[in-house]
């Protein structure tokens, strides 16, 4: 998928650039003044940068030049039908490709889901280039394990080898899901689609069956050892204003996600509590949220490198 349908220009009008990140296209926004401070804004399963519209203009209008990727495997980037292609590894090192490629300096990162262990993961690698953090519903470590992570249903489900592709490639429970599905504000047609329709293409939606299995449950686990080296790092990030803000309602990373981030980054503000929002918050409040993240840059770096 390599051009945006005329349909979606009127939500998401900004032009996406590309860029080759390990041997893969990468799809990405890049909007605002060059010399501004970047301020990278990373998603999770299944969403892609649709889900960040609501920032990009309050975030551009404050000064700030917003990067919103489309993880590999999701939106307009490429999407490899190798499960293999889906580690967090390599998520992580495609963010620090991305990183390197536009020579950013002086950034901020806003992860969600899985844009927190991935970008968390990309800026340890390239701390000295790192200005400050914000986390909304996402986790950090293997000590803590919710209810849904460890459900037969449908997380655990998800895991199996029949019933996880047919739940995810066949009935594309979570590409033609999502947002859609758990919307607190309501949400319409063309907004679904906005969202479903980068997954339309058949067997195009192998990140979002591979991401639940990625999510470590035990030793040995796929993604284990990535996130206990992303846990052991954490406290390099003791001077680095760090913003925790959450939406409690969310099933998949409650209130107690943020509990544990607070106690693994006990410097961070907050976490700051946004009702009437569930799992994806930057939908559910977008616009609430933008500002809040500017009020936290503007005191804690601004706009200015």
């Known amino acids: 998928m390599a051009e945006k349908p005329d349909w979606l220009k009127s939500m998401y009008p900004w032009p996406q650039s590309n860029l080759q ?8 926004l890049d909007e605002g003044a060059k010399t501004a401070r ?20 309050p975030l551009t209008t404050a000064g700030y030049r917003v990067i919103a990727p489309d993880c590999i ?6 999407k490899p039908r190798n ?36 970008g968390v993961g990309a800026a340890l690698q390239r701390l000295d280039r790192l200005a400050a953090l914000t986390l909304m519903n996402t986790w950090l470590d293997t000590g803590y394990r919710g209810r849904f992570h460890t459900s037969p249903r449908p997380w655990t489900s998800w895991h199996a080898p029949i019933l996880g592709p047919f739940f995810m490639k066949r009935m594309k429970v979570l590409s033609h899901g999502g947002p859609s599905r758990t919307t607190r504000r309501g949400m319409s047609e063309p907004e679904a689609a906005g969202y ?6 058949r067997d195009s939606e192998t990140v979002t069956l591979t991401w639940p ?33 959450w939406a409690p309602e969310d099933q998949v990373f409650p209130i107690e996600y943020a509990e544990r981030l607070k106690e693994l980054l006990p410097h961070a503000e907050g976490p700051t509590i946004y009702d009437k929002a569930a799992h994806f918050l930057q939908d559910d409040r977008g616009p609430e949220i933008a500002a809040d993240i500017v009020k936290f ?5 601004g706009a200015r490198r």
């Open 38 to 57: 970047p301020v990278l804004l990373l998603h999770g399963n299944p969403t892609w940068s649709f889900l960040y519209r609501d920032f990009i203009g």
């Open 297 to 301: 840059l503007d005191r804690t770096v």
């Open 83 to 118: 499960d293999a292609a889906y580690s967090l590894a390599h998520h992580i090192a495609d963010l620090v490709s991305l990183i390197d490629q536009l020579d950013l300096r002086g950034f901020a990162m806003v992860g969600q889901d899985w844009g927190g262990p991935q």
């Open 196 to 201: 479903h329709h980068v997954y339309d293409e």
């Open 213 to 245: 299995r990625t999510i470590p449950l035990a030793p040995g686990d796929r993604g284990w050892a990535d996130m206990t080296m992303i846990e052991s790092r954490l406290p390099e990030l003791a001077k680095t204003p760090v913003q925790l803000i």
């Open 21 to 28: 990140v390990n041997g893969r296209r990468m799809a990405f």
């Open 73 to 78: 495997g999701s939106g307009y980037s490429d």
